[in-house]
Each structure stands twice: as structure tokens, then as C-alpha cells.
């Protein structure tokens, strides 16, 4: 096996581009001259590199692992790239393959398929089953779909609870997920169909159903476990996971329901790049790997992360279509960027996605730069200086958004078809833009930029980022939108660090997001109530005054906010934890808040950054007693909480039997199904309640 060779098996996210054939109407109603693709070209560079190109846009080529043309049919793709993973699964070793594409790019024909011609889960089940009995081996099987609003369902059982994941001492769990043992392929056809049925047939979620776009943006999943069999005692070997992902569609497309679409296809659209981020950071060795941009992602870490392999089949509508254009980009940038670089290159991980966001950024400046050579008459950019620094890059974690959608359109107006990634020559240059680098930009493309990089913190609502600070700012009682709003986006060496030393392990990831106070924050915030020279103006400074008053006010002295001792002692012995710590009283752990708070406030320089110190005190305090009381409070004592109602206290304590203190930071809020929105919301409503009285 010569170097290449050995760098193809050890890559641990292979993509293959597949063609979709036509459909029997689609073949019928097209003159006899267009059933065949003629607008995709598929390239062999040589015996390894294949590349995809659109229209007569020959330079425009994506670098894919392979590209099964349109006549090339699932059995050869289950044979080519699938069965290795089954003999792979026998070993222990884990294995995602996930199609995704525009809408109507064949993905459920590659992964469901049809009676006639079956898919490639339908094809790995039965070849496991043929197998499975002569090894010892068994599998089950369990079916789910997420949904735009990141609600697992468990399509075997759609009536139960959402599905909730969480992490039990470094695995993935699930509670509510069945999981059925098959047998024969004929039970498996039943239960794909009983899945499909219930995805199909459950009630449309959100407003849009009474119009023409009936269709439901979902992504399926099917999880293949396979357990050996010992002396009776089943133990799990390996999982395989097969992602009919949701079709990406242009958030920005016109449609019968207006906004409503949009925002679930924006959704959607944000789940298929966070799964796209994982492949990237993966296929790039990186650091820190977003699982938990998505609920998708997260689901599928334990078969993502150690010697998995994943395979990204990149579906291709066989008719023109941008939004395909779109996705095979992003695919073989997310996947073939590292391969490429890594032939020439030993460089460390990290920096790794340095260069990715300098490709994309490089895009951009290529998609801008007719219009600025038009402008300035020159190639060479001019302006104020940008500081793309390592740390803009860490940001850029998050390499796809809609926005880098934007800028293949912007390029769409330069050229009939897009010309997002040309592997020839643009794809390893960096050297424009190398980090750390100071970069004359147009002070137009350099807005550009800033809003990608911005973007791509900004647009997420999942508390998904390390180097993000997120701050409870309570004081701002009439912004909806505080959370969002005061949701940072800046240089952060600590942040960054932790981000550097970060590993998949989630409990580290944890400790550099938990809320956090910035004596910056509410100047930043308040940016427009200043004075002239910079201070807050009297009113605003008399109202965060006012706020934090009452704050202080309202806590019981001289343990602040909700510590209550004898509640959990109570619930300690429900649990049938009869410790001794029960009856050992405890130095409030608020007042540790509230001591690191003094040093700081020893520190300040004003009575205004006291006060500001003290109130964010408060907020923290107010967010570690709040996860505290889920950790610690019975059934009834949740359910007193704004939007915890019957089913979701009964999920806490489920939680609590299997891990006893499943929520360490506001991350954790998500396994119960809480977004973002509404984890501020809650937080709001609590704080409210504490002013009633006042
Ligand atoms: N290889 C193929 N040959 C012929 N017809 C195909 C092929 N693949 C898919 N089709 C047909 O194309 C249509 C779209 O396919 P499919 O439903 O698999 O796309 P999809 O990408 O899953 O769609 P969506 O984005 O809506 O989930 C279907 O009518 C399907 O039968």
C-alpha cells in the first residue's frame, strides 16, 4: 500500500458524490435528448482524485472520493463503500453513512430505496442477518427522526416523549428510543415501513400545513446495534448509523407560506451544517469537535467519535439545481480540504480550520472580487487593515451558514453557475490570508467577512460554543432578546485556550462555556445609552442600579436565592442516598459566588463596577442555584418551575437515576428539550418572580 493509498484507508470520513437517476415521469416528460445528466461532469483526475463539475464551468471542480453516475445503482455503492463498514461492525467499529443533498436528490432511494431496488441500510441488515447467527452476533434496530426544532422522535413509538440524549460516563444515552431485535429482513421491511408510516403520518408540526408545502423537513435516522452473544449475556459491539438527512433548500427561496418555511428550512439548513462542521472537524483532526451544535450530531457522537468511519454520500438532482451545487461544495470542503492539504503537509490540528475559514473567506473575496476589480480597477485589495487573528479562526469552527450560501450567489451573478470551490487552484492557497496575518481588505469585503465570522456564532441559539461567552443578563428586563443580544462574540484568550485543550470529552467543553460575567458586558450592551465620553448615561446607570437593588433585595439573607437545605435533604432520602453530607451544614455555595466576587469587587474602581460585579454575581449565582435545584429538587418542587410540567420533571428525575447530577451547565438544559429561546425564557420568568413581591 503506497502512502496515498494508506491515507485513503486511514481517512476517517471518506464522501462520494452520487448521481440520482430519473424518474420514470421525470424520464417521460424530458425530450429523449435530456434523460441523460449532461449537466454534471465527472472527472478522474487519476486513479484516486475524482472530481464533479457543473455546467460548462470545467474549472469549477469539487474533489469527491468517487462519483456514482446516474446508472450506477445502490448495490454497487453498498459494495464499493458500505461493506466494509459491516465486516468493519463485527470488529467493534462504528460506522455512519449519511446522505445528503438538495431536495429530491434521490437521498431516501440511496439509504431506504425502494422493494424493487433496496437501499443501503436495507442492503447492510441483510447481509448482517446472513452473517449474523455464524459469528455470535445479533442486531436490533431502532428508528428516529429530528425535526426543525431539534425534537428527537422515536418513530417506533411516536406517541412516547421526545427522545433524550445525555451523556452517562462518556457515552451517549438514550431514554426513550426503542430498540427492536430483527431477525429476518422481512421484520426489518416491516419495521422500516412501520417508521416511515409514522413519520409520514404524524401531525404536521408548526403553521404551515394548510398550504401547498406540505412537506415535512426531517431528518431520519436508523441505528443498526449489533451485540454479540456470550454465555446469554448480550453485550453491544458496534452501531452502524444510516441519516436520510433532510433536503437542503435556500432559506431565502419564495414560498406559498412566507416566513414560516423559511425559518424551518434556516433550521433545518443549521442542522445540516453542524453535521457538515463535525465531518470537517473530524476529517481534520481538530481539537474540539461541535457535536453539540445539533441535536442530530450529538445523537450520533458515540458512532462519530474514536475509529468510526463515516461515509457522506453527496447526492446530486441529475437535473440543474444551485442548491446541489451548494451542497457538494461544502461536502468536499468539509471533507477533502485536510486530504488534500495533508499530502504536502504536516501541519498541526487547529490550524486546520484556520485555513478552512481562510478558503472560505478567500471564496468570498474571490466572489467580491469582480465587482471590486470593476471598482477599484485593480486585483489588489485596499482598505483598512483586517486583523484575522487565530482566534477569528477558532470562531470559524463553524464553517458553514447561510451565509457562505450568500456568497455563492453573489457569485451565481458573476457566472450562470456557481463557482464556489475550484480544487485547482484556490482550494490550498493560503496564502493571502494566513492567520495571524494582517490583510488589506476593501472595507466592503471586510464587512463582508465580519459578518461571516459573526455570523457564524451569532446565528446559533444552542449554547453550542466554547469561545462564546453567554451571559444571563438579567438587568435588561425589556429585551426580549438579552440572551441573544449579550451573547459575545470577541476575542477571548481564555475561552480560545480552553478551546485548544478541549477534547471530545464534554465535561471539559462544559467548564469554558458555563455563564459567565464580562465587566465589559453591560457597557458593550448598552453601547447606545452612553455618554459622549464613554460612561453610561445617568439613566441608564440609575436603572441598572435600580436592578441590581433589587436583586439584592430579594435575596434571603444570608443565603441568597433558592438553597433550600431541608428539600434536599428530603430528596437525598427518596433517593436512597443517606448521606452523611445531609446532615453536615454546608457553606452556601452562592456564597463562594459571592466571594469571588469580593476580590473582584476589592478590586473595582468605581462604585459603578461594584455594583456592575455584584449584579453579575447575582447571575451566576441565580444560574448555578437554578441547575442546582434540577439536580437536587422532587417531582413536586420542579414542576413549581415556569415550564416544567408533569412530563418534564419525570424526565429530571429519570435523569437523575442515571446520572446524579445530569445538569452541570446550561448545555445540559437541552436533554430535557428545552431550547435556547426557551431556557431564557424560563430564567426570565423566574427572576420576574422573585421582583413580585418587592
Ligand atoms: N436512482 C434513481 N432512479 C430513478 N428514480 C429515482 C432514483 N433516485 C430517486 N429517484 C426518484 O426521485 C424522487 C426523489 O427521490 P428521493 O425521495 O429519494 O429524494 P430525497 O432527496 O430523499 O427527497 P427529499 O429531499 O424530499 O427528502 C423520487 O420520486 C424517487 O423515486
Redesign the pocket.
Known amino acids: 500500500m503506497d502512502s496515498k493509498q494508506f491515507d485513503r484507508a486511514a481517512r476517517k470520513v471518506r464522501v462520494v458524490a ?1 448521481i ?8 417521460n416528460s424530458e425530450p429523449v435528448a435530456s434523460r441523460t445528466v449532461d449537466w454534471i461532469s465527472v472527472n478522474r483526475e487519476n486513479l484516486e482524485d475524482v472530481t464533479v463539475s457543473f455546467g460548462d464551468q470545467s474549472s469549477s471542480r469539487y474533489l469527491v472520493d468517487y462519483c456514482y453516475k ?1 446508472d450506477e ?2 448495490e454497487m455503492i453498498y459494495s464499493k463503500e458500505v461493506r466494509p463498514l459491516v465486516s468493519a461492525a463485527f470488529e467493534g467499529r462504528n460506522s455512519t453513512i449519511i ?1 445528503h ?12 430505496g ?1 422493494a424493487e ?1 433496496p437501499g443501503l441500510a436495507v442492503l447492510a441488515v441483510a447481509e448482517i442477518l446472513s452473517v449474523a447467527e455464524k459469528n455470535g452476533k445479533s442486531i436490533a434496530v431502532s428508528f428516529y427522526e429530528v425535526d426543525h426544532q431539534e425534537r428527537a422522535v422515536d418513530l417506533l413509538n411516536p406517541e412516547q416523549p421526545p427522545i433524550l440524549v445525555f451523556e452517562d460516563r462518556g457515552r451517549i444515552q438514550f431514554k426513550g428510543l426503542t430498540q427492536v431485535p430483527v431477525k429476518s429482513i422481512a421484520e426489518f421491511q416491516n419495521l422500516y415501513s412501520t417508521a416511515c408510516f409514522s413519520q409520514k403520518g404524524a401531525p404536521k408540526k408548526g403553521g404551515c400545513e394548510g398550504g401547498r408545502e406540505r ?1 415535512r423537513r426531517i431528518h431520519m435516522g436508523l441505528i443498526l446495534h449489533v451485540f454479540s452473544q456470550k454465555k446469554s449475556v448480550e453485550s453491544l459491539v458496534s452501531k452502524m448509523n444510516f441519516v ?6 435556500d432559506a431565502r427561496k419564495k414560498s406559498s407560506d412566507g416566513s414560516c418555511l423559511a425559518e424551518i428550512n434556516n433550521r433545518i439548513n443549521k442542522s445540516i451544517y453542524a453535521v457538515l462542521n463535525v465531518c470537517h472537524a473530524l476529517s481534520t483532526n481538530e481539537s474540539h469537535v461541535p457535536y453539540r451544535e445539533s441535536k442530530l450530531t450529538r445523537m450520533l457522537q458515540d458512532s462519530l467519535r474514536g475509529t468510526s468511519k463515516i461515509l457522506l454520500v453527496s ?1 446530486l ?1 441529475p437535473s440543474f439545481c444551485q442548491d446541489t451545487i451548494y451542497m457538494v461544495s461544502l461536502a468536499s470542503r468539509a471533507c477533502h480540504w485536510i486530504h488534500r492539504a495533508s499530502l504536502d503537509s504536516t501541519k498541526k490540528s487547529g490550524t486546520s480550520s484556520i485555513k478552512m475559514v481562510n478558503t472560505h473567506k478567500n471564496q468570498i473575496s474571490k466572489s467580491v472580487s469582480g465587482t471590486t476589480k470593476k471598482l477599484h480597477g485593480s486585483s489588489k485589495l485596499i482598505g483598512k487593515k483586517a486583523d484575522i487573528t487565530v482566534k477569528s479562526a477558532i470562531k470559524g469552527r463553524k464553517l458553514f451558514e447561510e451565509v457562505g450560501h450568500s456568497a455563492a450567489k453573489a457569485e451565481k451573478k458573476e457566472n450562470s453557475v456557481a463557482h464556489v470551490t475550484q480544487a485547482s487552484e484556490p482550494l490550498l492557497d493560503n496564502s493571502l490570508l494566513e492567520a495571524g496575518n494582517h490583510v488589506e481588505l476593501n472595507p466592503g469585503l471586510e464587512k463582508v467577512i465580519n459578518s461571516l465570522t459573526n455570523k457564524c456564532f451569532m446565528q446559533d441559539d444552542s449554547f453550542s460554543e466554547a469561545s462564546q461567552n453567554v451571559n444571563f443578563n438579567l438587568m435588561e428586563e425589556n429585551d426580549d432578546s438579552c440572551l441573544n443580544a449579550s451573547r459575545k462574540v470577541e476575542p477571548n484568550p481564555l475561552a480560545d485556550q480552553d478551546i485548544l485543550v478541549d477534547s471530545e470529552d464534554h465535561q471539559t467543553q462544559a467548564l469554558s462555556v458555563i455563564v459567565q460575567e464580562d465587566p465589559n458586558l453591560n457597557k458593550e450592551n448598552n453601547s447606545s445609552r452612553k455618554n459622549e465620553d464613554g460612561s453610561p448615561s445617568i439613566s441608564s446607570q440609575l436603572r441598572d442600579l435600580s436592578n441590581s437593588l433589587k436583586m439584592l433585595c430579594s435575596l434571603p439573607t444570608p443565603t441568597p436565592l433558592c438553597v433550600q437545605i431541608p428539600e434536599k435533604e428530603s430528596v437525598l432520602l427518596d433517593n436512597k442516598q443517606v448521606s452523611a453530607d445531609v446532615a453536615e451544614p454546608k457553606t452556601p455555595t452562592a456564597d463562594q459566588n459571592m466571594r469571588v466576587n469580593r476580590c473582584d469587587v476589592m478590586s473595582a474602581k468605581s462604585p459603578w463596577e461594584t455594583y456592575s460585579m455584584r449584579g453579575s454575581g447575582m447571575k451566576n449565582s441565580l444560574v448555578e442555584e437554578y441547575l442546582r435545584f434540577l439536580n437536587t429538587a422532587n417531582k413536586e418542587e420542579l414542576k413549581k418551575l415556569k415550564g416544567i410540567g408533569e412530563k418534564r420533571a419525570t424526565f429530571i428525575l429519570e435523569l437523575r437515576e442515571e446520572s446524579p447530577e445530569p445538569f452541570k451547565n446550561v448545555y445540559d438544559l437541552k436533554d430535557i428539550g428545552l431550547s435556547a429561546k426557551q431556557i431564557k425564557g424560563m430564567m426570565k420568568k423566574e427572576v420576574g418572580e422573585l421582583f413580585s413581591e418587592l
Open positions: 452520487k440520482r437517476g430519473f424518474s420514470a415521469p421525470e424520464a446516474e445503482d445502490n446522505a443533498g438538495a431536495r429530491g436528490s434521490g437521498k431516501t432511494h440511496t439509504i431506504q425502494s431496488r412537506v436520510d438527512l433532510a433536503g437542503y433548500e447526492c438532482n
